[in-house]
């Protein structure tokens, strides 16, 4: 699987983890962002990205746990909401999906980019890393 395919699932897991954290349900995301003028790799990496998805929301509470005391001044509800889904979808493909730390990271940030605000890149970094050293027992 290609960098920019994986990167396309990512995109398309945060935002249906985006309308899921608006209140939105599983059956909303069904056909959400494809259409039938997609390639075959666009409407795989939607449904790839739904999986993922459905898959990092299930799991949010632990992701929203462990990494709580790595942002004590920015509780899960005071971040911003693409900030925090975010967080959720790199900690649950580093813990659960295989993912190299340094991979998941690394498009974590790229998200953030994208979808975030000026401090998100910096935010979602520094989070990610300080959970993964002290999980990895680094720091």
């Known amino acids: 699987m290609s960098r920019s395919h ?11 983890m985006y ?3 608006q209140g939105g349900t599983d059956d909303s995301l069904v056909g959400r962002f494809a259409d039938e003028s997609m390639d075959a790799e666009s409407a795989a990496a939607v449904t790839e990205g739904q999986s993922l998805a459905a898959r990092a929301w299930e799991t ?7 990494i709580a005391e790595f942002v004590t001044d920015w509780p899960t ?4 909401i693409v900030d925090r889904n975010v967080l959720r979808l790199a900690w649950y493909e580093i813990s659960h999906g295989g993912v190299p730390p340094a991979a998941a990271i690394d498009q974590a ?9 000026e ?7 520094a989070v990610l890393d300080r959970w993964w050293k002290c999980r990895d027992g680094v720091a």
């Open 6 to 16: 994986r990167f396309q699932v990512r995109r398309c897991a945060l935002q249906a």
């Open 19 to 21: 309308e899921l954290d």
């Open 60 to 66: 949010r509470h632990d992701s929203d746990e462990a």
């Open 77 to 80: 509800h005071r971040q911003p």
């Open 109 to 117: 940030v790229d998200l953030a980019k994208e979808f975030g605000g």
């Open 119 to 125: 401090r998100s890149p910096a935010f979602v970094n």
